[in-house]
């Protein structure tokens, strides 16, 4: 199964919906299984960094296979393993909070959401909506 374009927006729409009750301004950014973007949306007042910074976070996510704070803890572990990986991807790994892997219901990743714009622990709570309000 492949991630629609119908559950991208349903996942963005429902982060910003959480974004907007946290009173913050972020940017959503949801890719398929290869890390490349379905669908992305930056609120009126996110930072502008905060779209490639949640592009990034979502790629790692997917080609990883690992949420963000999994990575990150990778990333402590292994810190010359990950710079030397983040050179072999499109865009640098951004390894922390705020970026989930999307699976389907036989645990196969489909793609993966990030999000910019908070703190580490608002930005996965935006992905945490997100994913709630997609159907897989």
Known sequence: MRISH?????????AQRHAVSLEIAVTVVVVDEGGLVKATDRMDGAPPL?????????QGAAVWHRDGHVLA??????????????????????????????????ENVVGAVGVSGGTPEQDRECCDAGIAAMDV
């Open 6 to 14: 119908d559950q991208a927006r349903r996942i963005i729409d429902a």
């Open 50 to 58: 905060s779209a490639q910074i949640a592009e990034a976070k979502a």
């Open 73 to 106: 803890e990778v990333a402590q572990q292994r810190a010359g393993f990950i710079a030397a990986v983040s050179q072999m991807t499109r865009l640098p790994l951004i390894a922390g909070g705020g970026s989930i892997v999307i699976r389907d219901a036989a």
